[in-house]
């Protein structure tokens, strides 16, 4: 068995929850304020360990009460936090939410995530058969060096490039894997994307990212396409009451990675992530609301005929 190594940010979710959302200048009563682990990387590592895959977490965190919080969360999930440092001159990372109809807003202020650099990411020892995740809360010239060692070594890259931002060439091509939503896939190609598009629009706009690897759209409740070699593959979202969204897409790439690890068929993989990003959408929070493989075995039994072949 493979193990899942995540680079990326750590966050406390301060969540407000509201009946609509403010427009620009507006002021709105909430109803309630709640706080959630987060950050892209804390959530998809925890994602990958409530699976049962063994999973490590490179990333920082401060010193403050957020900090100690968030660190006690995470090792109660399983994950491997030896590289994890602790900051003592900056806050931990801080993402601020505005819930409203199961749609959110989200402003990321990094904090001890900006400080995450080449030499933390060179501390952990890859193998042939890892999995090595990244995203974009952290800086990207500390992803490029933990690609480069992972490749290196033997191991899949793994790349969400949210929030959506430019990155170079170079960095792309060390990925394996390239998994984004619309918005993000419509920004890295300056193509105008919508949520009702047909899939070939996507697998069109997908095709200019491709270039030898294998670029994955989540489509929120109509599935994920992915795009293999040319080849789409499209594995259809489940109808389920959504709670709140926020981590969805983190939960997809961290079941996705376990999946991988564990040697599963890219096909199996892309319906195994498709139905923990169901459960977790049921579910208030980002981290606490990502699904134990237990649950998942449970929800994917009755869809079992007729998967298992790999594209």
């Excluded at 933390?120 to 042939?128: C, Y």
């Excluded at 490029?144 to 931002?165: I, S």
């Excluded at 920004?187 to 670029?215: C, H, N």
């Excluded at 199996?268 to 923990?276: E, G, I, S």
């Amino acid at each position: 068995m493979g193990r899942v190594f995540v680079a990326g940010s750590i966050n406390m979710d301060v969540v407000a929850t509201a009946e609509r959302h403010p427009r620009v200048g507006e002021t709105v009563a909430g109803e309630a304020v709640l706080y959630f682990p987060g950050g892209k990387g804390a959530n998809q590592a925890v994602a990958s360990a409530k699976l049962g895959v063994p999973t490590t977490l490179v990333g920082r965190l401060g010193t403050d009460a957020f900090g100690q919080e968030l660190r006690t969360f995470l090792a109660a999930q399983g994950v491997d936090l030896a590289f994890v440092k602790d900051t003592a001159d900056t806050h931990s990372g801080t993402a601020i939410i505005t819930l409203a109809n199961a749609d959110n807003t989200i402003v990321v202020v990094p904090g001890a995530n900006a400080r995450v650099d080449a030499d933390d990411v060179a501390a952990p020892v890859l193998g042939k058969g890892d999995v090595a995740v990244s995203q974009f809360e952290i800086p990207l010239p500390t992803i490029a060096a933990f690609f480069q060692r992972a490749r290196a070594a033997g191991a899949t890259t793994v790349l969400n490039p949210a929030p959506a931002k430019k990155a170079d060439a170079a960095l792309l091509d060390l990925v394996d894997i390239l998994i984004l939503n619309e918005t993000e896939l419509g920004y890295l190609t300056g193509t105008e994307l919508r949520d009702r598009d047909a899939p070939a629009r996507f697998a069109e706009a997908a095709g200019s990212l491709a270039q030898g690897k294998i670029v994955c759209v989540t489509l929120g409740k109509r599935g994920v396409l992915a795009l293999v070699e040319g080849q789409s593959i499209l594995v259809p979202g489940r109808a389920v009451k959504a709670v709140d969204t926020t981590g969805a897409g983190d939960c997809f790439v961290g079941a996705l990675a376990s999946q991988l690890a564990i040697d599963k068929p890219l096909r199996d993989a892309l319906a195994y992530a498709n139905v923990a990003a169901s459960i977790c959408v049921q579910r208030m929070g980002a981290a606490p609301s990502m699904p134990t493989a237990k649950e998942v075995e449970d929800t994917l039994s009755p869809r079992r005929p007729g998967e298992g072949r790999d594209p």
